[in-house]
């Protein structure tokens, strides 16, 4: 027993100590090991110990988002006055779709950007602007600008005005060089950006969506425009936007701090499918529909949905299968196929940052079981 | 990469004005400097401020991002530095003194339903943490939550190594000896 030896015994709580917090050298978890050999009645102590102290590694940031904002808005003539400390880069070269760099940018941890952000999951943005701009003189592909990222991959670009955009994967964001920055600064998206545009009240910088125009004078937003997806949305952290519809562009909504907008793509469709034996999921928005509702994070992870992935977080709400498919494709550069019609409607909430496609399928199994099959640029769920 | 090397590269960012690398950096930190500085305020007021000063700081002197060679440190060195010069201008100075700060403890366990702990041991643990006496759990906390390295925790509190490594095993052994009980039952 370790209390017939004292010293030995306060010397396990000392190396158990430096153990835990990294501090210990070779000789000192030898020691270490050596104790908790002959005094097996301390294992259950250590391991409640070495638990709790892995603990510290899931601890979320509870209102330091929040927290930020109070601190940019306090400080805010410091944060807003930037016209001119970014570097305009030419944004006409099709950038490398480069997840190393947006991987060392967004880091593991937490993190965002600045005070604004919105957010668009749209449809279809960048076939529109190519028609609306048709009107110049130059021809379209000589005059328009494209950044594309494929499935898995992220990248930034800067546009001529200064402006940052960072592109997540699977997007396209397009622009017209020969006009741009002219009178307006316009541009048009297909899939997800998170936007930081240049003040400059002169020349309104506008986001034209399939849905959706976004006007704004200079703030930092995020953007996501993905054809496949079913509702667009845009959210607005802090500061105010100006939303167009662009099937009542009479109607112009005005996004408040901690708003967000969700718009259907699709047209009304009256049918629910319905899988066998499986109550029908209502459409969890009915078309076309608008709803303007409060933005916030989730209550027990603090994560805003729309923003995790400037986060570099893999993150979903109560989503179904099907739709986690699509992101997962998007994500890690694979096919996601479905092969089984009774597991798309499964719903599942999760957060990952560093997981691989693999380690991801294995902890939505653990709570609804389905199989998959992993090849080497897809996978086969079943 | 560990998190020094990571630290330094959002170190790095801050200095070419990359906002979103400060705002990585505030998220990382907000919450743990914010428990660190309660602790000698006792306002979350005065806390909101003072780590508000802290970030604002090195937002100012981000030009200067390479003289900071430790930036995790520094934050927190910083933070105490700030915290003492407001409670000595509200005439608290006896609030500046490690034994009487008072930390508010994480629970143990983030999710007490996911992990192989009974509720009761939760409690337990939680509060043979809350008793700890208080510069054992100011040093127990920055070591387990803030994830200081010993060199550090002395150097912010102006202590020896030696005090860190006692104070952290006192901390562990009056933490396992609550728990003891559960053991020889279950």
Not at chain 1, 10 to 36: D, R, V, Y
Not at chain 1, 292 to 314: F, H, M, R
Not at chain 2, 10 to 20: K, P, S, T, V
Not at chain 2, 79 to 106: C, G, M, Q, W
Request: aromatic share 8%.
């Amino acid at each position: 027993m370790l209390d017939q030896n004292s010293s030995s015994r306060n010397e396990f709580w000392t190396l158990l100590a430096k153990n835990l917090s990294k501090e210990a050298n070779s000789e000192e978890l030898q020691k270490l090991q050596a104790i908790l050999l002959s005094n097996p009645d301390l294992h259950p102590q250590a391991d409640m110990l070495k638990e709790m102290w892995q603990q510290r590694l899931i601890r979320n940031n509870i209102g330091s988002e929040a927290g930020y904002m109070r601190h940019i808005m306090k400080h805010k003539d410091e944060f807003f006055v930037e016209e001119n400390h970014i570097e305009p880069d030419s944004g006409d070269a099709v950038a490398e779709a480069n997840g190393g760099f947006f991987r060392t940018l967004f880091s593991k941890k937490r993190l965002t950007v600045l005070t604004i952000l919105v957010f668009l999951i749209l449809s279809t943005g960048a076939i529109y602007l190519f028609t609306q701009k048709s009107d110049a003189k130059l021809p379209a592909e000589e005059r328009i600008s494209s950044i594309v990222t494929k499935n898995g991959n992220r990248t930034k670009v800067v546009l001529p005005d200064g402006s940052q955009v960072w592109l997540n994967a699977g997007s396209k964001l397009d622009y017209d060089h020969s006009t741009f920055n002219k009178e307006l600064r316009e541009v048009s998206l297909n899939g997800e950006a998170y936007f930081d545009v240049i003040k400059n009240h002169e020349k309104p910088f506008i986001i034209h969506t399939k849905k959706m125009d976004i006007k704004v004078l200079g703030t930092v937003f995020n953007v996501r425009t993905y054809s496949d997806e079913k509702i667009s949305e845009a959210a607005l952290i802090n500061g105010s936007i100006e939303v167009t519809l662009k099937d009542r562009k009479d109607q112009k909504i005005i996004l408040k701090s901690n708003e967000k907008i969700s718009i259907a793509n699709e047209e009304p469709t009256p049918a629910i499918k319905e899988h066998k034996g499986m109550p029908a999921k209502t459409d969890p928005l009915p078309i076309p529909q608008i709803v303007v509702e409060e933005l916030k994070p989730n209550p027990s992870s603090n994560i805003i949905g729309e923003i995790a992935w400037t986060q570099n977080k893999l993150y979903f709400e109560d989503e179904s299968l099907e739709d986690i498919g699509l992101r997962m494709e998007r994500w890690f550069g694979k096919k996601v196929t479905i092969a089984n019609e009774s597991l798309k409607n499964i719903h599942y909430t999760g957060n990952f940052e560093n997981e691989t496609l693999e380690e991801v399928l294995s902890y939505l199994q653990l709570s609804k079981t389905f199989n998959f099959r992993l090849g080497n640029d897809n996978v086969v769920i079943y | 990469m560990n998190e020094s090397e990571d630290l330094s590269i959002l170190g790095g960012r801050i200095a070419n004005d990359d906002q979103l690398a400060y705002r990585q950096l505030f998220v990382l930190f907000y919450n743990k400097l914010s428990r660190f500085v309660m602790g000698f305020t006792k306002s979350k007021e005065l806390t909101e401020e003072i780590v508000s000063d802290v970030f604002i700081n090195i937002w100012r002197r981000r030009k200067n991002m390479e003289e900071i060679k430790n930036l995790k440190l520094y934050l927190y060195v910083s933070a105490k530095n700030i915290t003492f010069n407001y409670l000595k201008k509200l005439h608290r100075e006896n609030h500046t003194d490690l034994d009487s700060v008072e930390i508010e403890p994480e629970d143990p366990f983030a999710d007490p339903g996911a992990a192989l702990i009974t509720r009761e041991m939760n409690l337990k643990l939680k509060s043979a943490i809350n008793d700890l006496p208080p510069r054992c759990k100011l040093i127990f906390t920055l070591i387990k939550e803030d994830g200081l390295t010993y060199k550090q925790t002395a150097t912010l509190l102006d202590i020896s190594v030696s005090t860190v490594e006692n104070q952290l095993s006192i901390a562990l052994k009056k933490i396992s000896s609550a728990i003891r009980y559960t053991f020889r039952h279950n």
